[in-house]
């Protein structure tokens, strides 16, 4: 009996053991001694040289499959049946991000793309890439900027963002086949990441002196944006930066930057898509066309959408109808349709802006950086779940905290701001509040409005950038406990997919020493 026992304490023993080393595996930091602290300023106004390129990351989609029942979700008990391409017996999906798991692509709609931008003043070099995924994390941005490094060690800075499209394949790894298998291919991963770093080298390599346009649309697009949780705060001005070679005229690239979820194709959609940026940037760059009758002239060159604030949620929802600028017609079902007359009213108000002569215009300019690491707790039982798994790949810096990052630049009269995840746009703009049923009972936190400290005259908003740490909750409006607010019958939506409620505080914070810090001389 009494070597049963011992035995069994044994086992009990390599059991915790093994789990805790198993943990201590998961949990592990991926770039440890990696801490970013930049500050590059140039104090003489002059030539800019700047560069765009884009390179196509679409997945290859080898293997489709057969939705029996509609449901968007690949489910073999329900009647779905794949096409086995490969003879392995397993269905070798591209599992989409957003909405639920088990969404499969079935095709491809439209090409997906790493987007890239260089500017160099002469001292100081930065890179900005936006691909269009649902999110990337800050610990595979490090791992790109090493790749990075190798190809372009003069880049001081590279930023890189992502579009938010809920019809990427996962890079994130919470909508696999289940809650509990990781969605990500790691060969797609890979591509993804070389497709930025090709993307940034031949932005690099095409650097040609420019002169920039800078414009603002506070009024026209807020149609198109739908705020699914109070207070009604929209990030729905579009702000413009169009790059010209500074000898020619041509244009080089367009910087569009506008807050709103690309997922106007909603959670029944199957095929891996771009969503509205695409038929955008198309336009934009190529014209609006009407068969082949030209209706409005594009101004060529790469066209680069940079999401904005977008927690709350803002979106163009199922019961949101899009007009077409043209014809009148309105589209209201969530299909290929509906994102192309968005797309091309989108690109007739920023071609309408472009052409706009009150449009500002920059010769000689300089760049300022400041950038910086920081730790963010994570409250997230279930995300703890998620990484404990393997669901996430993502290191702790020490227990329960993860390494992230926020950051700011300006171009003369012109500022942007980069933050890690989904801001709810009351934190950017103002409008917090302290409703009845919230979990804390405590007044507005976050103050003042990071766009009341966002120096210069045009002020640029960047989420999702460098990482992806889902939504950033004013703490006042936090709200997991019953009574919920705004009479809500069941906690937001939000909170379920935060690191925890002293996120906002945290980041609100950063982001205000570093404006400070970059207006310093």
Sequence with gaps: MKKFLLFLLALVFIAVASIFVYGMVQFRDRHDGYWLDLTLKNPNPGEVKAGFAKVDISPDILETWVDANGDARFNPEDGDTFE????????????????????AAQDLLDPLWARAMVLDDGENQIA??????IGFGNDEVIATRKMIQESNPELDYVIVSSTHVHSSPDLMGMWGPSEYERGVDPEYLLKVQEGIEAAVYQAYDSRVPAQFKLAIEEEKLKSMVGDTRDPQV???????MQVLDKENGTTLGTLMNWGNHPETLWLENIKASSDFPDPWRNMVENGIMDGDSTIMEGVGGVAIFLNGAVGGLMTTHPSMEISDPYSGETFKY???????TQ????AKVTLETLADSSSVIIDQASLGIRAKSMELKMDNELFHLAAFLGIFDRGFTQWKHIR???????????????VPGELYPEILHGGIE?????????????????????????????????????????KSQWDVEAPFTYENESRPYGEINSLGPETAPAIHKAVLEVLEELKKP
């Excluded at 490969?86 to 088990?102: I, P, S, T, Y």
């Excluded at 969530?334 to 192309?340: C, G, P, R, T």
């Excluded at 797309?343 to 989108?346: D, H, N, P």
């Design 84 to 103: 086995d391409a490969n003879g392995n017996g397993e269905f070798d999906a591209v599992w989409l991000a957003g909405f639920h798991n088990a969404r």
């Design 128 to 133: 900005l890439c936006v691909i269009d995924m």
């Design 234 to 240: 929209f990030d729905s001005a579009l702000k413009l």
């Design 334 to 340: 969530q299909d290929e349709d509906k994102i192309f």
């Design 343 to 346: 797309g091309k009213a989108l």
């Design 404 to 418: 992230s990052e926020v950051s700011a630049w300006t171009l003369g009269p012109a500022t942007f701001v980069h």
């Design 434 to 474: 302290s409703p009845d049923g919230a979990d804390f009972g405590i007044g507005p936190v976050e103050l003042p409005a990071i766009q009341s400290k966002i120096p210069g005259q045009f002020k640029f908003f960047g989420g999702m950038s460098n990482d992806m740490i889902g939504y950033i909750v004013p």
